[in-house]
């Protein structure tokens, strides 16, 4: 799985190997950086795994934060995030620096503990995209399969944001950018650093 000299006594070789793999065990930090793509939960799992397969018995409790700077990607890969978000033993705290764009701002308001950005962060928010070829009966089943992941998409928005599907849908026809102030007033995060 992972190949990380976890006994090294040089603490400089253990941060370089962990910022590698984008964790950070002993603060408990795992970072989304770059676009997402389908691999990405899986790699947030196991990176969440390592945290919790190294706490010690006082952390055992603590949360995990999840640290986002990302234009978003993959919206299978966004689903496997919050549904890996949803049955972990501990909150997951989501933090943007930089970006939260697209499927990454879908994450950023589904993070199950305190939902942070820093005050000059970009969210953006935006209808289902997609490229897509073939035949005109597998585009009718491609184009439903959108709808349906666009709905379940909104669905999670009005879960987790003062706002309901409805104005999800309709907000998003275009690309929403959302300032900090907006981003807590909608209730997509709940606090600005």
Request: a negative charge.
């Amino acid at each position: 799985m992972l190949n990380v000299k976890r006994n090294s006594n040089d603490p400089f070789e253990t941060y370089y190997n962990q910022y590698d793999y984008a964790v950070d065990i002993k603060a408990r930090i795992v970072y989304l950086i770059g676009t997402i793509a389908a691999e990405t939960a899986s790699d947030f799992l196991f990176r969440c795994k390592w945290i919790l397969d190294n706490e010690s018995e006082e952390d055992k409790d603590k949360p995990i934060t999840l640290h986002i700077n990302s234009p978003g990607g993959d919206v299978y890969g966004m689903l496997g995030i919050i549904d890996t978000m949803n049955d972990l033993p501990v909150k997951v705290n989501t933090v943007c620096l930089g970006q939260a764009q697209s499927a990454a701002a879908v994450i950023l308001a589904a993070g199950t503990g305190t939902r942070k950005c820093y005050k000059h962060s970009i969210i953006m928010l935006h209808e289902l995209r997609s490229w897509i070829s073939g035949s005109a009966s597998e585009l009718n089943n491609v184009m439903q399969q959108i709808k349906d992941l666009e709905n379940d998409t909104n669905v999670i928005l009005s879960e987790c944001t003062k706002k309901d599907k409805s104005f999800w849908v309709k907000n998003q026809k275009t690309d929403l950018y959302v300032k900090p102030a907006k981003a807590l007033e909608f209730g997509i995060i709940d606090e600005i650093i």
